[in-house]
């Protein structure tokens, strides 16, 4: 188990959240999940032992359609609630070029951290 990866704990609360039926690699899938927003590294930069760098994309946006994220969200905060940190945005200052041109969207950037 690498440094970052789900413990039991984690991992027993998810899979019963899990939308498919489970399968045996569900658990390395999660881990590489979690690893890329982590690290902020691409999907196709993802060690191999997390498996295909597809698999764990096209599992991500599945389980995001399906609505699967909001209920791991939800259990992961109300089991563990000192777990979860929030940065405040007032904290954040960005450069003024930083702001989207006239006319652009600007759309906020949600990262999971689970402990």
């Known amino acids: 188990m690498a440094r970052f990866d789900l ?3 984690v991992w027993g609360l998810i899979l019963p959240l899990l ?3 489970p399968r045996v690699d569900d658990r390395r899938v999660l881990n ?3 690893r890329a927003p982590r690290t902020g590294s691409l999907w196709r930069d993802l060690p191999e032992r997390y498996g ?3 698999t764990v994309y096209h599992r991500f ?3 995001a359609k399906a609505g699967g994220w909001v209920q791991v969200f939800e259990t992961l ?3 563990s609630p000192g777990s979860m940190q929030f940065i405040d945005s007032s904290i954040i200052r960005a450069h003024q070029q930083a702001a989207a041109q006239k006319g652009g969207r600007i759309t906020p950037s949600v990262a999971l951290a689970v402990d």
């Open 77 to 79: 905060a109300e089991k």
């Open 52 to 54: 295909p760098c597809a």
């Open 32 to 34: 590489g999940i979690f």
């Open 61 to 63: 946006n599945r389980w």
């Open 19 to 21: 939308p498919n039926k």
């Open 7 to 9: 413990t039991n704990f």
